[in-house]
């Protein structure tokens, strides 16, 4: 596809700043809509004359609606927008870092966004644009939780294409104490976003093993591990080590044996040193890493340059693998590896 853009773009060199315009203005609409002329125009940093032209051109081809209370996008708008992300990509310049740590990782596709993760709308934009590449009908999901995943499917645009008998597990029970960030509850919001069937898993990781043990034994949960093994894609974090332990108040104890063995990544309540070797792992009921490695569309998303560190750490889950970045993240792992050669 990017030669092909790249080819377009030499043909026609005004086509290339008309696209990119008109996408973002969507992409704006979408997020902050509904939203007045002048104010998107300030944030654009575009001339009310040129929003006016441009919206009225939009307006015409059903991509948005335009009332007293301002411009919103319609169904049809958030389907283009999520259908050519990657042109749009292709004509950025982070392509080339991509490649780059496609390379460095062995992934088969990285995307990257501009900036810091947490502060892009384009994240959810990314990650629809990548089921719709990876999505096949009778698929199953399985997702993690956590501040950033949420982030990403709160962002997640309609889709241009309608699956059928989709079917979204969360990848593990609930942990911690915001209930919007459980696995639960991220994999029923992604359901509904796809239209797809869901189920949960109504109990928390983080019990002593006998309980554990106990509970894997229930039908119920015996039938939800069962489809979690079976599972065609699956979507997750990865976190910085010593953060997330602390974040879920694990013991004195773990806390030392984690420093003290230099963990620096963690994914799937499992903590990984800078080989990549497992220094501490929780039985849990849900997604081991050894299970995820089993899946075959593995869909990895972190960001901010203090990850980079721990992406590196979890290359052995991430090959062959999906990993959606920020810039920032993207070029400390760049930086990293050249300051080992």
């Known amino acids: 596809m ?3 853009i790249v080819a377009l773009e030499k043909l026609l060199p005004e086509f290339t ?42 307006e015409n081809q059903g991509l948005i ?11 049809l708008g958030e389907e283009i927008l999520s259908g050519l992300y990657m042109s749009y990509h292709a004509l950025d310049e982070l392509s080339r870092l991509e490649e780059e740590i496609v390379n460095a990782l062995s992934l088969k596709k990285a ?12 994240v959810g934009i990314a990650f ?31 889709m241009a294409h309608a699956f059928k008998n989709l079917h979204v597990l969360p990848a593990r029970g609930s942990v911690g104490e915001r209930v919007e960030l459980h696995a639960n509850t991220i994999a029923v919001k992604l359901a509904e976003k796809l239209e797809a069937k869901y189920e949960v898993l109504t109990i928390p990781d ?9 509970i894997k034994n229930e039908p119920q949960i015996q039938k939800i591990l069962q489809k979690l093994s079976e599972t065609d894609m699956i979507i997750f974090g990865i ?4 953060k ?3 974040h879920r108040k694990e013991v004195p104890e773990v806390l030392g044996l984690l420093e003290s063995k230099k963990a620096i990544s963690e994914s799937f309540r499992h903590y990984f040193n800078a080989k990549g070797e497992v220094v501490y792992g929780q039985e849990v009921i849900g997604v081991s890493p050894s299970m995820a490695k089993s899946i075959p569309y593995r869909i990895a998303i972190a960001g901010g340059k203090e990850k980079a560190e721990a992406i590196l750490a979890t290359k052995a889950l991430l090959e062959e693998g999906y990993l959606i970045l920020d810039e920032d993240a993207a070029r400390a792992i760049i930086d990293i590896l050249n300051s080992e050669q």
């Not at 609409?29 to 104010?39: E, H, N, Q, V």
């Not at 976190?239 to 010593?242: E, I, T, V």
């Open 2 to 4: 990017q030669s092909k």
């Open 17 to 58: 700043p008309m696209f990119k315009m008109r996408y973002m203005i969507l992409q704006k609409i979408l997020k902050r809509g509904p939203i007045g002329r002048r104010a998107l125009g300030q944030e654009l940093i575009l001339s009310e004359r040129t929003i006016r032209a441009e919206v009225e051109q939009l």
């Open 65 to 75: 609606y335009i009332s007293t209370k301002g411009m919103t996008i319609t169904p």
């Open 111 to 122: 995307i990257i966004v501009k900036g810091r993760l947490e502060q892009n709308d384009a």
């Open 128 to 158: 629809g644009s990548l089921l719709e590449e990876l999505l096949k009908e009778g698929d199953t999901l399985a997702i993690t939780g956590g501040t950033t995943i949420a982030k990403m499917v709160d962002d997640l645009p309609r």
């Open 206 to 214: 983080n019990l002593s093993h006998q309980s554990l043990h106990f």
């Open 239 to 242: 976190g910085n080590a010593m």
């Open 244 to 246: 997330m332990a602390k």
